[in-house]
């Protein structure tokens, strides 16, 4: 498909309050805060991106039934369901664990870079990963 551009532009990520959220997002992983829009009804737009970045962002949604609280924290079935790509492992991997960030394992050395599996505040597991070269 020639000349076709496509991206992903947000991954919904289910929360159980907008504000505990946020100051996860943005005080745990040092995430920007882009959108915070009161849509009416207890509704809100809520957008966190890394930093530096911008154009990978998460669509916070607070769940609003019993459906949508019971996947919380669960939406990849256990498994590994966000990837956080960095340009220095140590200096992120050193930050978040000071801000408390849970590690499930020492950091390690894969053919594909550097890596190391943390939970957010929710129980969903990511990836911090340094890609090699």
């Known amino acids: 498909m020639?000349?076709?551009?496509?991206h992903?532009?947000?991954?919904?990520?289910?929360?159980?309050d907008y504000d505990k959220a946020i100051e996860y997002y943005?005080?745990?992983?040092?995430?920007e805060l882009l959108e915070d829009t009161n849509l009416g009804g207890g509704k809100r737009w809520v957008i966190v991106s890394p930093p530096g970045n911008g154009a990978?962002?998460?669509l916070l949604a607070q769940a609003d039934d019993s459906m949508q609280r019971q996947?919380?924290?669960r939406?990849?079935?256990?498994r590994v369901f966000l990837f956080l790509h960095t340009d220095n492992f140590a200096r992120d991997h050193a930050a978040f664990t000071a801000r408390g960030v849970t590690f499930l394992e020492a950091p390690r050395h894969e053919p594909y870079g550097t890596v190391a599996v943390f939970e957010d505040c929710y129980g969903n597991r990511?990836?911090?990963?340094?890609?090699?070269?």
């Open 71 to 73: 996947a919380i924290g």
């Open 126 to 133: 990511w990836d911090l990963l340094e890609p090699a070269g």
């Open 75 to 78: 939406q990849s079935g256990g």
């Open 8 to 16: 992903i532009a947000l991954v919904s990520l289910l929360v159980d």
């Open 2 to 6: 020639t000349g076709v551009r496509q």
């Open 56 to 58: 990978s962002r998460l």
């Open 26 to 31: 943005r005080d745990a992983l040092g995430f």
